[in-house]
């Protein structure tokens, strides 16, 4: 059944094809179009979770641990050569060097054996000549395009189909109306294609296509509403951000290709695994690599610094906000960080590098998120802070339970975000929380859905972000591999505590409380001041307010919204006065909104039970391969033992492999040998592949509560204690007290400020960089412009100017010098010639008889002189 | 100046063999094929004088006719001369004789109509007074 | 071809008055006097023609020339009658150069014609036999058939050329006798009056009326200047 899985990107592309290419031409009704997508992506998921069982459990055809790569059964449609061997040459030159080495060698033989035979120099000696060496295949670049199926590819098969699945069907309840319906679905299936061929690639330049696909995408999305100035700017930012990060990204795979010779995954592990470590303080090439992969990460994953596309981004529709910047693209670089683990397990500093990014952009965008009023950029502070969780959990080792986290936030946040979504529909694309309250009543499967997701992301037992963040943060306590792990656990933990805040800040807001909306008409604040603007005269997009965002498109000067539906003194006072009357009240969303929401909310609840915790069970990832932690095993590299797998399941299932080939060299070989004896003697959890990495957390709290159980649990109570915490003091600020607020904003007005202001890091970065980047291309374009344009022109003005020179010349000089001399010789012959016209025809007829004698004359000339010489002979002298 | 006059005669008056005054004698008593040329050659002469010289074009008219009388001698002459050579049949020269009359009738009879067009127009038969082809 | 005898003295004879009615023919100052002179003229020319044994074409010059062409002239000079020239108002010759450059050119052209023929006749005569030519001559003319009258011999020359006209000059014939025809037609079409134009022809209305207004000043200019 896995045999099928190439069909898996196949089904959204053909969709988004259909409907982009044929959508609006054959005018196809929203239903078909909804009907295509949709169809498209269950086909998919369906295609998944039929083929991931049978890799997985399906009776004698499994194939776990191995990848499966659809390259195996040869040819179209499972895979086809790409870059074929040859195409491409690495550089290395090693071949090369060793043949002209070898031709050198057999020069100097030659003239050796000539001196040992005295013949004279020059003479022709019979050498043996190297032969032209051949190519290593390894030396040469061969690519293919074939999709694998290994433990984590299932993962994330699964996941952007599911809950991708879930978005599309929200999507088409959500843009019903929208003029582009047709254009955001085949954005949408664009979209899904390139995200499963970066997560179902098997080499790096695949994950590549995908990455700047889903980069592509994303920005053809945030610019959905492409009339508005905001999507626009927000799209291109996004996209620049990215960009960013993708040179790193693109530096490592060149990294890898060259190092490695290959770009496949396979053999690019399997060579990597033999790599000496490379504790804190060396920065070799596994380093390199890992951080050429990082950059990549932080710019798709919204890390610090890149992070601040991910804001700006919620001007695109919501179910792009859910799909995009919540569930899947953001996590490719989660998706690249696990899949390239051996790399980054290398190297100790870029796994210091990820724990400390991961936990600072987690306690940094939580603390930007507390004071936003904008739903959506809550919610997307709320992820960027998760991502950090995510990249904290990497750092620290613990990928497999990054990837788990990666999976219960898609469907927690994925489930709020669509909530949200839900609630701007219902409020007429109100987005302020402010104008918002008391929805519970007026949305109930909203509310009690986002109820779910909400105990989730606060990390309440036994819903599903529990599991993943407690793991996260045992984990940051108790890892071995980067020194500071504890200070990492305490800024996650205060993270967390700040999360579980600000979303019940945000579900108080919303749900619970006063309905604000009947005092300020909500519902289109932001329409209202853009056809303001246009009646003053001013461009409608420079008319933006604070809550812009996501709503769909009108003319500029259109009054929209249930703001105008009030008495019309309204425009003159912005929201003085209440308008008891005409205040629209907000409606639950239609079955195709809210089913999704319920599907999302189930997997909210009962998603974590795949990843329960040890501490549960005593000691081991219960579930066998059902168990995400056992799952991915196989993937992950263990650098105490040099192979992938943990030491228990691993070895036994790949002994012929562990005596193989991929021994760690000889520089780090005593120390893992060392290590690999402490690790047998004191269990896995306590292996040293880097030596001391000073004071362990967990082991202390082991050490005072005396048993590693009880340790695990004093972390899971402490974690559900600040979550607690977190849920308290928002229940107190915004439930009970709600006047604490703007006590404590003034209190803390500095702090505020800051926080409400997002740290002015946008306006840090347009300073530094954004401004002059524009004022240097406005100088490269004034050098094109007028220097080369002027240099282009100026040789056409010469070209002209020269031109009119000859030409002139020719004209006057030439010609008068032609004509002045027919003028000189008319006035010359004229009173001449004139004279000749006697008109007089007698004149003419003397002039004939004159020739006539002239004849004569010259007929008889000779005989006339002689004649005439006798004549005068007779003279007498 | 009769020195003169005697060389100028033989110049003139050269005879077959020799330049001696008898021979110049015999040709004047026995006149020969020269003698017809050379009367032939001064009425054409005479003729093309007044062809320049006079006003009148109807008197031009006539000398034309004269210079045409003039060519008619030189053939005769030398029809007559041909004859007496052997050719008895050589009458060439006077059948060209009586086309040249012909022609000559034709000649005069339209000459004379164009003169008296342009009579009827000019009202002069001055011929400097025609000169309209003057530049 | 010697002449000789009587033969000799009528040729020197005709010759002359040949030459000097010639001359006075281009110095006379009436036009009629001029085409009397030139009928003179002309029939010393037909009797030299006699002389040089070519009857019939001194017939024909005596009949067309002098009796039909001579005719005209006179016509056409009794037409044009000015009698300007008479009362001697007007010049007889052209301008002073005119007249001199003539005279110089005309006696290069008489010096060196005569001296042309001369050399040209000696060169002739000593190629060719002598005398006894006019015995051939001689012999001949007695062989001629007697007149009717008896008192002179009919010679074959008119024979001759009818035999040559009609036989090998026939084309030119036939041609000449087309010219004359053409002459007929054009001099009766040249010499037609505006009158006889117009009522025969297709005249353009502007040059008629150009033309009577033309004949109506000189009727008065006339009716003036008697």
């Not at chain 1, 009704?29 to 890799?55: D, M, N, P, R, T």
């Not at chain 1, 974690?719 to 803390?748: E, Q, T």
């Not at chain 3, 001099?187 to 033309?211: F, G, N, Y």
Request: glycine residues 10%; proline residues 4%; contains cysteine.
């Amino acid at each position: 059944m896995y045999k099928l899985i190439w069909l898996v990107p196949l089904l959204p592309l053909l969709g988004a094809a259909i409907n982009g290419l044929l959508g609006r031409r054959l005018r196809f009704s929203e239903k078909l179009i909804g009907g295509i997508a949709v169809g498209s992506v269950a086909l998919a998921f369906l295609i998944s979770v039929l083929a991931v069982y049978s890799y997985g459990f399906g009776g004698g055809q499994q194939r776990w641990p191995k990848p499966y790569l659809t390259s195996e059964e040869g040819g179209l449609p499972y895979s086809w050569k790409w870059i074929p061997g040859g195409a491409v040459e690495l550089t290395e030159g090693n071949a090369e060097r060793a043949h002209i080495e070898g031709m050198r060698q057999a020069g100097e033989n030659a003239e050796r054996q000539a001196a040992e035979q005295h013949l004279p120099p020059g003479s022709p000696v019979l050498v043996a000549v190297p032969s032209v060496p051949e190519r290593r295949t390894g030396a040469l670049l061969d690519v293919e395009w074939s999709y694998q199926l290994d433990p984590l590819s299932a993962i994330f098969m699964l996941v952007v189909t599911g809950v991708g699945l879930c978005i599309f069907v929200f999507a088409t309840g959500y843009m019903h109306g929208d003029p582009g319906f047709y254009r955001f679905f085949a954005y949408l299936g664009l979209f899904m294609f390139m995200m499963l061929v970066l997560v179902m690639g098997s080499n790096f330049l695949m994950m590549f296509v995908g990455w700047e696909g889903v980069g592509l995408c994303s920005y053809l999305l945030i610019g959905y509403y492409f009339d508005r100035k905001e999507a626009g700017d927000a799209s291109r930012k996004a996209f620049i951000t990215n960009r960013i990060g993708d040179f790193g990204f693109a530096l490592a795979v060149f990294g890898i290709i060259a190092t490695f010779g290959s770009a496949q995954y396979t053999t690019v592990f399997d060579q990597a695994r033999a790599f000496p470590l490379e504790p804190i303080g060396v920065f070799g090439l596994m380093s390199w690599l890992a951080l050429g992969l990082f950059i990549g990460a932080c710019g798709k994953s919204a890390q610090i610094p890149l992070y601040v596309w991910l804001p700006d981004a919620m001007a695109g529709p919501t179910p792009v906000s859910a799909l995009i910047h919540a569930a899947t693209m953001v996590t490719a670089g989660l998706y690249m960080v696990t899949r390239t683990n051996v790399i980054f397990q290398h190297s100790q500093t870029m796994m210091l590098v990820v724990a400390v990014v991961g936990a600072l952009t987690a306690i940094f965008a939580a603390t930007i998120g507390i004071t936003q009023n904008d739903i959506k950029k809550v919610l997307a502070y709320s992820t960027v802070s998760q991502l950090g969780f995510m990249f904290l959990a990497c750092g620290v080792g613990a990928f497999a339970i990054g990837i788990f986290h990666v999976v219960t936030h898609a469907f927690f946040k994925a489930l709020m975000f669509l909530g949200a979504g839900s609630v701007i529909h219902g409020m007429h694309h109100e987005q302020d929380m402010r104008r918002m309250g008391g929805l519970k009543k007026y949305m109930p499967y909203t509310y009690w859905t986002f109820l779910a997701g909400w105990l989730a992301i606060c990390g309440i037992i036994p819903f599903s972000g529990f599991w993943s963040k407690d793991e996260i943060l045992w984990n940051a306590a108790s890892t071995t591999i980067i020194p500071y792990g504890w200070v990492l656990w305490l800024v996650a933990t205060i993270a967390a505590t700040c999360t579980a805040f600000y979303m019940t800040r945000l579900v108080a807001m919303t749900f619970w409380g006063k309905e604000r909306f009947r005092e300020k008409p909500a519902g289109g604040e932001a329409d209202e001041a853009h056809a303001h603007a246009f009646a003053e005269g001013l461009k409608p997009h420079d008319a933006v307010t604070a809550s812009a965002g996501d709503r769909p498109r009108h003319e500029p000067g259109e009054h929209v919204g249930p703001i105008n539906e009030d008495v019309s003194g309204h425009v003159a006072d912005h929201g003085h006065g209440a308008h008891a009357h005409g205040a629209h009240t907000p409606h639950e969303s239609p079955p195709s909104m809210w089913v999704p929401l319920a599907v999302l909310a189930v997997l909210a609840i009962v998603g974590g039970f795949i990843g329960i915790s040890p501490a549960f069970t005593g000691g081991s990832h219960m579930g066998g391969r059902a168990n995400i932690v056992n799952w991915l095993q196989p993937v992950i590299w263990n650098p105490t033992t040099g192979q992938f797998g943990s030491p228990h399941e691993g070895t036994e299932g790949h002994g012929a492999e562990a005596q193989g080939a991929g021994a760690p060299l000889a520089a780090s070989e005593a120390s893992s040998v060392e290590h690999r004896q402490q690790s047998e003697a004191g269990g896995a959890e306590t292996a040293t592949p880097f030596g001391n990495t000073g004071f362990n957390l967990a082991q202390a709290a082991e050490k005072a509560l005396g048993s590693h159980a009880a340790a695990e649990w004093l972390f899971i109570i402490i974690s559900l204690i600040v979550a607690g915490i977190g849920i308290g003091l928002g229940l107190l600020f915004y439930v009970k007290n709600p006047r604490l607020p703007d006590v404590w904003a003034k209190r803390l007005a500095p702090v505020y400020r800051a926080s409400y202001n997002k740290y002015w890091v946008d306006e840090f970065f347009g300073w530094a960089i954004t401004r002059r980047v524009m004022a240097a291309a406005r100088g490269v374009y004034a050098v094109d412009s007028e220097g080369i344009d002027g240099a282009v022109n100026g040789t056409a003005w010469l070209t002209r100017t020269a031109s009119l020179i000859t030409g002139g010349f020719d004209k006057y000089v030439v010609d008068g010098i032609v004509n002045g001399v027919a003028g000189f010789v008319k006035r010359l012959m004229n009173p001449i010639l004139r004279r000749a016209q006697t008109g007089f025809t007698q004149n003419y007829a003397l002039v004939m008889i004159l020739g006539l004698v002239l004849a004569v004359a010259f007929f008889f000339s000779r005989d006339l002189i002689t004649a005439v010489k006798s004549m005068l002979a007779f003279i007498p002298l | 100046m009769l020195n003169l006059l005697f060389p100028a005669l033989a110049f003139f008056w050269q005879t077959g063999t020799g330049g001696r005054m008898s021979d110049v004698g015999n040709s004047v008593t026995h006149p020969d094929l020269s003698k017809f040329l050379v009367i032939g050659a001064l009425l054409f002469i005479i003729g093309v004088a007044g062809v320049l010289t006079r006003r009148n074009i109807i008197v031009i008219f006539m000398s034309i006719e004269l210079i045409l009388n003039a060519a008619n001698i030189n053939f005769i002459a030398f029809s007559r001369y041909l004859q007496d050579m052997g050719n008895v049949n050589a009458v060439a020269g006077q059948v060209f004789t009586v086309f040249i009359i012909v022609v000559a009738a034709a000649e005069a009879a339209i000459g004379l109509g164009i003169v008296i067009a342009l009579y009827r127009n000019k009202e002069t038969i001055w011929v400097d007074e025609i000169d309209l082809l003057k530049w | 071809m010697v002449l000789s005898g009587w033969e000799a003295v009528f040729f020197w004879v005709f010759s002359i008055t040949a030459l000097f009615m010639a001359l006075l023919m281009i110095m006379a100052r009436n036009a009629v006097h001029s085409a009397l002179f030139l009928i003179s003229t002309l029939v010393s020319v037909a009797a030299l023609f006699v002389l040089a044994g070519a009857e019939f074409v001194a017939g024909a010059q005596v009949l067309v020339y002098i009796g039909g062409v001579m005719v005209l002239f006179l016509f056409v000079i009794m037409l044009v009658n000015v009698g300007a020239e008479e009362r001697g108002k007007e010049r007889l010759f052209n301008s002073n150069v005119q007249v001199t450059a003539t005279a110089v050119l005309g006696l290069l052209l008489a010096f060196g014609l005569v001296y042309a023929i001369n050399q040209g006749v000696k060169g002739i005569n000593d190629s060719r036999r002598g005398d006894d030519l006019a015995q051939q001559r001689a012999t001949e003319q007695r062989a001629l058939p007697t007149s009717a009258t008896g008192d002179m011999k009919i010679t074959a020359d008119t024979q001759r050329i009818g035999n040559s006209l009609y036989r090998y000059a026939s084309l030119p014939f036939e041609i000449a006798s087309l010219l004359l025809l053409v002459a007929i037609v054009g001099s009766v079409m040249l010499a037609r009056t505006l009158k006889q134009e117009a009522a025969a022809d297709d005249v353009d209305p502007e040059i008629l009326k150009e033309a009577v207004a033309a004949s109506e000043e000189r009727a008065e200019l006339e009716s003036v200047s008697r």
